[in-house]
């Protein structure tokens, strides 16, 4: 926390917000700790779930069965799936996979898919390129990479096809994924008082030892001052498409502040060149969808304390720049939390019959917004919870990993009393639950916590199976010996049980428990 005595220095001034040195910062700060910043760092669950994953998947699969049966020529051709700004990886895993899963079950799996994870740091794309749970589609083909900045209008290289996206390998509408990215990418900011137009400038300053040659260090710890600038012609941006909607926000709004996503709006222009024009657009961010929302709001940019800063999304700009462009949009009714919605360019959602369905039922009736805050509560309430209503939200989950971890405890404690058909039906999906796993650093294993459920089932073989899955990734520990060790001793290899229990006694001298269980089987082993 700065010091309120500590001199402030304005390290940029009067200055549009677009052409500000912080978007360059906030990607030097994202190369700078690649994959870190998504290690208990920036929360990305909201976005990152198996739930939200198979409503992309669903619209997704819907819109291409659509655009097959209206150009019957797409099947010969790749669809291209691109993912804006893909973190840490996880949703994208998830993603394709269900993608996968749904054309299978459809019949439509000879349909050429190719889902490209794209991020502004070499450092994490690599991570992509060699994680495991990749590797499968990446052999086939289905996905590929890209250091891709999307403020810079260069071209999308796939580094696995060593190709360029361009009109010349897009056959097919682009079809794009954008959460918590759109609005951290350029945005200007405006107000509209008394029938004026402004543009708001910006100065930017933080304390004088924040600054290390007038660059800040910590971003959490910068102030804004707003001026106000009145724009008197109709020409803000040179663009019609863009211009319209400030001319229609200064014939709307009496005293308001509100930011144009130009970054957003100029990329979706740029990319949708590649496609003959047609894009579309799923996303899921914080922000304002609906015009009356926009209105006596105060300009505001959130600086957060792990390094980075992003805005509220004006998603009504977004789509009335579509709209302006021949395009279309789909916002979920208001409601609080996050904000989902599907955007295209060069057709109408109601000309595909499945699209439109799958978007109603995936966006509007039960949203991922609709989905996390019901996970946040029955997060919250798991001590008070039975084991039906447990097991109801992991697979309305769609099996998520990360809330079985957090379940895992109090199913192992309701096991004792529970009927004998909740028992079977978690122990047949815990391959759904398995093969959900993305491992990443400093994370608990949910393949060892399968195996805890196993062993604590009495099905040693199958705790055995995943203690073994987990064993790359949990490496030597106390607890992998010992449990593995007993369900050995369950399944009468007592010789292996006698080289666990002595690995984990290695690790844990302290054991009592293992030390009698090492000299019980030594004393067994020997007597035959």
Not at 114 to 125: A, I, P, S
Not at 377 to 404: R, V
Request: hydrophobic content about 40%; proline content about 4%; overall charge negative.
């Amino acid at each position: 926390m700065s010091d309120p005595r500590e001199k402030k220095i304005a390290f940029e001034k009067h200055i549009r917000f677009s052409e500000s040195s912080l978007w360059e910062l906030q990607r030097c700060y994202y190369d700078k700790v690649g994959i870190d910043a998504w290690i208990n760092v920036i929360p990305f669950y909201i976005t990152s779930n198996p739930f939200i994953a198979t409503a992309y998947a669903q619209i997704t699969t819907k819109f291409i069965r659509d655009w097959i049966e209206k150009n019957p020529e797409a099947r010969k051709h790749s669809f291209y799936i691109v993912e804006f700004g893909a973190g840490p990886g996880r949703f994208g895993y998830y993603t394709i996979k269900a993608i996968c899963e749904l054309l299978h079950a459809a019949k439509m799996s000879d349909v050429l898919v190719c889902y490209v994870m794209t991020d502004c740091t070499r450092k994490n794309v690599e991570y992509y390129k060699s994680h495991p749970a990749l590797q499968s589609y990446i052999d086939k083909g289905l996905v590929d990479f890209a250091v891709y900045d999307l403020d810079s209008k260069l071209p999308i290289n796939l580094l696995k096809k060593n190709i360029s996206l361009s009109p010349g390998t897009l056959f097919n509408p682009l079809i794009i994924f954008g959460n918590y990215m759109l609005d951290s990418i350029t945005h200007d900011l405006f107000s509209c008082q008394d029938g004026k137009l402004n543009e708001l400038l910006l100065n930017f300053s933080t304390d004088e030892n924040n600054l290390i040659e007038n660059i800040p260090t910590d971003l959490s710890r910068v102030t804004v001052d707003y001026f106000a600038q009145e724009i008197e012609k109709k020409v803000y941006y040179d663009d019609k498409n863009i211009d319209s909607i400030l001319e229609l926000y200064k014939d709307t709004f009496q005293n308001t502040s509100f930011s144009i996503p130009i970054g957003a709006i100029r990329v979706l222009d740029y990319l949708k060149s590649f496609s003959g024009d047609k894009l579309l657009l799923i996303t899921t961010d914080k922000g304002y969808t609906h015009l009356e929302s926009l209105d006596y709001l105060s300009p505001s940019i959130s600086f957060h304390e792990y390094g980075c800063f992003s805005m509220m999304l004006n998603f009504h700009a977004i789509a009335r720049y579509c709209k302006n462009s021949g395009g279309d949009y789909f916002f979920q009714t208001p409601r609080p939390g996050i904000k989902s919605a599907v955007f295209c360019c060069g057709f109408k959602l109601e000309d595909f019959t499945s699209l439109g369905l799958a978007v109603n039922e995936w966006i509007e009736e039960f949203s991922p917004v609709d989905y996390f805050n019901l996970h946040r509560q029955m997060s919250d309430m798991l001590n008070t919870c039975n084991l039906e209503a447990i097991l109801s939200h992991l697979s309305l989950s769609h099996w998520c990993p990360n809330f079985f971890l957090k379940a895992s405890k109090k199913i192992i404690d309701l096991l004792a009393s529970a009927d004998s058909e909740s028992i079977e039906f978690l122990s047949h999906n815990m391959a759904k639950l398995a093969s959900n796993y993305y491992f990443m650093p400093k994370s608990e294993c949910v393949l060892f916590e399968i195996g805890v459920f196993f062993h604590a089932i009495k099905k040693y073989a199958e705790a055995l199976e995943y203690y073994g899955k987990a064993k790359p990734f949990v490496g030597e520990q106390f607890g992998f010996f010992y449990n593995t060790g007993l369900c050995l001793y369950h399944v009468g290899k007592k010789k292996e049980a006698l080289l666990n229990f002595k690995n984990a006694f290695r690790i844990s001298p302290d054991s009592k428990e293992t030390q009698k269980w090492i000299e019980y089987l030594e004393e067994t082993i020997s007597d035959k």
